[in-house]
């Protein structure tokens, strides 16, 4: 190993142990690897009807039919979304009939979009998000089992 070879790695691990010892979690350039959490939501943002349940985003699909919701099944990638409908189903109106997911060991949501090949076709502004968490109003809408919603996340660029 050449003398470049052994710095660099000494100072990796360097920084590995600065970072352990610090307490701070590190997050990654993408959703991988991350504690993601999903509820669902009704009547209103705030109030749970089923959840939160935990998963970590990996290469498995992270919620299925049925833990939380009997709705939807959703899949997370390092940047997207992908979430199918398991029902065909009517969410009632309200304020709020929908999922919010949070995520801890991420890095900070910038931009969140709508895929161009998402089958559940929903308005922009029923999509809302914050650094850590992404909320997907369905509230007054009718789906169809099998139909897909698919979100493209941006990540803010790292501080560190």
Known sequence: MGAGLRTRAASAALCILLVAASGEAWAGSDLTGAK???????????TVQ????????????E???GHPSELVSVD??????????????????????????????APAISAVTIDPSSTLKVEPGRITF???DVYINLSN????????????FTFAAPTR
């Open 36 to 46: 993601a959490f999903m509820e669902e939501l009704y009547p209103t943002k705030k």
């Open 76 to 105: 997370l990638t390092g940047d997207q979304l992908i979430m199918q409908t398991s029902v065909t189903a009517f969410m009632e109106k309200a304020k709020f009939n929908g999922f919010g997911f949070r995520f801890k060991g």
């Open 130 to 132: 914050g650094a850590k």
């Open 63 to 65: 919620f299925r039919t």
């Open 141 to 152: 809408r009718l789906f169809t089992a099998g139909e897909v919603l698919v979100l493209d």
């Open 50 to 61: 089923a959840g939160p349940v935990k998963a970590r985003v990996g290469p498995k699909v």
